[in-house]
């Protein structure tokens, strides 16, 4: 059966360092490509890199020409395109975070449901082993009932950025970061948490560190995420039978009351999902699948994440404080 | 109107502190100059501009520098002789054409090599072998022929400088405390700390911005102590809230040392060559991680031969030609600096509370 014919809109880092090496291995749909970027070397560069028939700088010259589009575009630019093509009858598979807003999502969802089209997303932490394996866990009752929640992510911000477009419009790492995090919480707790507290150290900017606390019936889940320094990587569940603890980029094991439990192949990375992905994007534009993550499904993580900017609080930093200790008593009044 | 201040390495330790203090301080339209965007999620916490500037490339210097009346210098990249020396080159020249009204340079005690006793200003340079100690050296010496050309240009030379975000004298000492055994024994560390507090080194450039002294001017600024290595150890891992230190004999320590040395040089040989196929083994690999994770631990915890040379020196920097000249007034002895710096170790999840 012959590929369908998909757009991959925006040539920038996501798409080098997750689709590129995916699409490689599916020759037929690199092939079927029509490459999109306003930088048109770039958008020639991946062309030639991947076998693609062509190359655009606007995302408007596929309309009515693809059956499906991929849509890997600096965060702002997901909701208007992504709409956009779901009008003209396109599928598409966006990356994270798909929206600011629920009311943006239920926009996409209603859009893509008057046009018939499917909607997903990549919330790549869903589809790894272990987070499924630990949703089917608590699911079954294995933990008895859900206590406590604590997930820890954080590394030096060190995506190979073409632009600072990250640091504009004051969402940081609760919106790029966090929505992998916050996701996966709603998920398996199966529904919207309410915020019980949110702190960030934004001072007027893009926040870097951020700290969450949510509660769903008797569950208290406690996030913090980093874009400054490295954090424990890692999450705990507590319930009254049990605990499962894990490795945040630990993707096919953890550990069941301290024992280890292997929930798929090891030897998997980034990549593997995303070809995973692909072939799902392929089959629901074929009719033959349903999605693995479909727009309606972020809603609950969207709306948790903007209602924590909504109620936004500042994280207390007494070490930056300490900065007015310089000027206590006097001579750097004015700087000339 | 506000001046307009360019901050190179604005996304370091010492960059960001500086951007975050002249934007908080008010009267100054603050510039962030990065080399990568990628290092700006500090500074962008407080939304000021953000200019992409990489001091080898006089297109980008030119560009960050419009408009700018004060300069300060902060970008160094490790041991790359390069950006020190050739970048400070053009963003100096860059500074002239520009019309900058005011400069300063972040130099180092480094320029000094290895000496003992008081050290003055007028030390001659000491050239080691150490590329940056010794590229550190010929940067002051391009900023020195450029105030010549008529620069108004000041260096400042901080000692080691401590505090929240600092990785060398702060974090990997914290991070050793914790990881115990404490391989320092405590009569091999009674040579002289010279620590300046990260915020008593912003209070000196910010002195320095505005005095009025020669162009090319030198100073050094160290903090208001001259403790031991040891009471620093001890200073710190009590203000960790850490149980007291015991000490390694000195035969084991000196055993780890020399027996890590090799494993260092491999370690450090390997992945120069082989780092993409060992990331992706890191990557793929629970055990490998696990196997990684414990030998970089180990390396790590162990001091090195030039460590425990600079643990065993008498030296003491002399701040008095920036107090006299600048009005440069340390206020951060240990027992002020320290609690902030645990309650940020501890915050940002480098150590667990006690």
């Known amino acids: ?336 | 109107m506000a001046s307009r201040i360019l901050v190179t390495g604005a996304g370091g330790f010492i960059g960001a502190r500086l951007v975050e203090v002249l934007h908080c301080a008010g009267g100054w339209q603050v510039v962030a100059g990065v080399r990568r965007w990628s290092t700006a999620a500090r500074v962008a916490r407080f939304g000021v501009e953000l200019a992409q500037c990489d001091i080898r490339n006089a297109e980008q210097v030119a560009r960050a520098l419009s408009g700018v009346t004060h300069l300060v210098h902060c970008a160094v990249t490790g041991d790359d002789r390069a950006t020190i020396v050739e970048g400070t080159r053009v963003l100096m020249e860059g500074a002239l054409q520009a019309g900058v009204r005011k400069v300063v340079h972040l130099s180092t005690v480094d320029v000094y090599g290895r000496p003992e006793g008081e050290v003055l200003e007028d030390r001659a340079y000491a050239v080691t072998g150490r590329v940056y100690g010794d590229s550190k050296i010929e940067a002051e010496q391009a900023v020195r022929a450029m105030a010549a050309r008529g620069l108004p240009v000041t260096i400042l030379r901080p000692t080691l400088v401590h505090g929240p975000f600092g990785a060398t004298f702060t974090v990997a000492y914290a991070q050793r405390l914790q990881a115990a055994p404490w391989l320092v024994p405590a009569a091999a560390a009674q040579g002289t700390c010279n620590l300046v507090y990260v915020d008593d080194l912003i209070g000196a450039i910010l002195a320095a911005l505005e005095a009025r002294t020669a162009p090319g001017e030198a100073f050094n600024i160290n903090g208001p102590e001259r403790p031991s290595w040891n009471e620093y150890f001890q200073a710190l891992n009590g203000a960790l809230g850490f149980a007291p230190l015991v000490y390694a004999e000195p035969a084991q320590a000196r055993f780890a040392q020399k027996a890590m040395e090799p494993v260092r040089a491999v370690a450090k040989a390997t992945l120069k060559r082989l780092k993409p196929q060992i990331m992706a083994l890191y990557q793929r690999s629970e055990l490998a991680r696990r196997f990684m994770k414990a030998a970089e631990a180990r390396v790590r915890n162990t001091p090195n031969a030039n460590e425990l040379e600079a643990f065993g020196r008498r030296v003491s920097f002399s701040s008095a030609k920036a107090a006299r000249l600048l009005g440069y007034q340390p206020r951060f002895p240990m027992s002020e600096a320290l609690p902030l710096t645990a309650a940020w170790l501890r915050a940002s999840g480098f150590v667990l509370a006690p």
């Open chain 1, 1 to 336: 059966m012959p590929a369908p014919r998909i757009a991959l809109i925006g040539c920038g880092a996501v798409a080098e360092a997750f689709y590129v090496p995916a699409l490689r291995k599916r020759a037929g749909l690199a092939r079927s490509l029509v490459v999109v970027d306003p930088d048109r070397s770039r958008a020639e560069k991946m062309r030639a890199s991947l076998g693609a028939s062509e190359a655009v700088t606007d995302y408007r010259q596929v309309l009515g020409r693809v059956a499906g589009a991929l849509v890997l575009t600096p965060h702002h630019l997901h909701v208007p395109i992504t709409l956009e093509l779901a009008r003209h009858g396109v599928a598409v598979l966006c990356e994270k975070p798909l929206a600011e807003t629920a009311s943006e999502v239920d926009a996409i969802v209603e859009t893509g449901r008057a046009q018939k089209v499917p909607v997903m997303v990549n919330q790549t932490r869903r589809l790894f082993p272990a987070s499924r394996e630990v949703r089917r866990l608590i699911a079954e009752g294995a933990l008895g009932e859900l206590r406590e929640l604590h997930y820890e992510l954080g590394a030096p911000f060190d995506w190979p950025a073409a632009t600072p477009a990250y640091f504009r419009g004051g969402r940081g790492v609760l919106f790029d970061t966090g929505v992998h995090v916050v996701d996966l919480v709603c998920w398996w707790l199966g529904g919207e948490p309410q915020i019980v507290d949110y702190a960030d150290d934004s001072r007027g900017g893009t926040e870097a560190v951020a700290r969450i606390r949510l509660r769903m019936g008797g569950v208290d889940a406690h996030i913090h995420l980093s874009w400054l320094t490295k954090l424990r990587n890692a999450y705990r569940i507590v319930g009254s039978k049990g605990c499962i603890e894990g490795g945040a980029y630990d993707l096919s094991s953890f550990r069941l009351n301290g024992r280890r439990r292997s929930a798929g192949r090891a030897w998997q990375v980034y990549e593997d999902f995303v070809a995973v992905l692909l072939d799902n994007f392929a089959d629901v534009i074929a009719g033959r699948a349903e999605p693995l993550v479909s727009a309606a499904d972020v809603r609950a993580a969207i709306s948790v994440i903007d209602t924590c900017y909504a109620q936004r609080k500042a994280l207390r930093e007494p070490w930056h404080d300490a900065w007015q200790r310089l000027f206590a008593q006097e001579r750097w009044a004015a700087n000339g």
